[in-house]
C-alpha cells in the first residue's frame, strides 16, 4: 500500500513538474523575471525556498548553509559574488535579477537573520562583481 502511493506521489510530481515546463512562464528563464524589488521581497520569493524562511539552512537532499549569525556575510563581495554567480549547489541568480535586485538581497540577508553588517552594497557594486 505504501509503495503505491509513493508511486502515485511520484508520477503525479512527474506529471505537474512536466506541464510546468511546458509553459511560457515556468520557473527560472532568463531575464529579469521577479517582480519584488525589496531585499526581503526577494529573499522570500527566491532564497527561503533552500535557506529556510528564517535562514537556519537545512539539510537533507542537500546541504544549504545557514545564512542566520554567518560571519562569511561580513564580506559583502564574497555575498555579491555567491548571489550573482553561484557555486556547488547555489544557482547563478544574475541572469534572472537586476544588479538592484541582487543589492537588496544582499543588504536584507546581511542586515537581518542575526547579521549586523551595515555597509551598504549598491548596483554598481553589484556589476562589478558580478561581471555580466
Known amino acids: 500500500m505504501k509503495i503505491a502511493i509513493k508511486s502515485l506521489l511520484a508520477a503525479s510530481l512527474v506529471m505537474v513538474s512536466t506541464s510546468l515546463l511546458a509553459t511560457d512562464d515556468a520557473g527560472f528563464s532568463l531575464g529579469n523575471n521577479f ?11 527566491i532564497c527561503q525556498g533552500c535557506h529556510m524562511p528564517n535562514a537556519q539552512g537545512a539539510k537533507g537532499a542537500g546541504m544549504y548553509p545557514a545564512l542566520a549569525g554567518n560571519p562569511k ?60
Open 35 to 45: 517582480e519584488e524589488v525589496t531585499g526581503e521581497a526577494l529573499y522570500h520569493a
Open 73 to 132: 556575510l561580513g564580506a559583502a563581495p564574497y555575498v555579491i559574488f555567491m548571489v550573482s554567480n553561484g557555486m556547488g549547489g547555489m544557482p547563478a541568480l544574475k541572469q534572472y535579477l537586476s544588479d538592484e535586485q541582487i543589492a537588496e538581497v544582499v543588504n536584507y540577508t546581511r542586515s537581518h537573520f542575526g547579521n549586523h553588517f551595515t555597509d551598504v552594497v549598491n548596483a554598481d557594486d553589484v556589476k562589478t562583481i558580478a561581471q555580466r
